[in-house]
Nanobody, 113 residues
Framework: VQLVESGGGWVQAGDSLRLSCAASGFSIVPMGWYRQAPGKERALVAAISSGGNTYYADSVKGRFTISRDNAKHTVYLQMSSLKPEDTAMYYC??????????WGQGTQVTVSS
């Protein structure tokens, strides 16, 4: 089982980024994107069910969109109107269990003002 994130980077406030999470080794399960900023706990940002139902934290609602391509075993997080407070390490994880069993290595997103 492996989850590999990509797409992070350094951007300015107001810019957009798309994160990708390529999954291998397990079947289609609910997936989520978490983030952890320095000194803060890791928190769920967005989630998507096997059938495509979605959940968003209030802090990103209306700016982030989670989606998945089951044929490619990939989950995406489209982030728009980025703010400095979105700066964090972003992780994807399977939500088949609580807490998640499998995590990616993380991808850093840095938003400058």
């Amino acid at each position: 089982v492996q989850l590999v994130e990509s797409g992070g980077g350094w951007v300015q406030a107001g810019d957009s980024l798309r994160l990708s999470c390529a999954a291998s080794g397990f079947s289609i399960v609910p997936m989520g994107w978490y983030r952890q900023a320095p000194g803060k706990e890791r928190a769920l940002v967005a989630a998507i069910s096997s059938g495509g139902n979605t959940y968003y934290a209030d802090s990103v609602k209306g700016r982030f969109t989670i989606s998945r391509d089951n044929a490619k075993h990939t989950v995406y997080l489209q982030m728009s109107s980025l703010k400095p407070e979105d700066t964090a390490m972003y992780y994807c994880a399977d939500l088949a269990t609580n807490p998640p069993t499998y995590w990616g290595q993380g991808t850093q997103v840095t938003v400058s003002s």
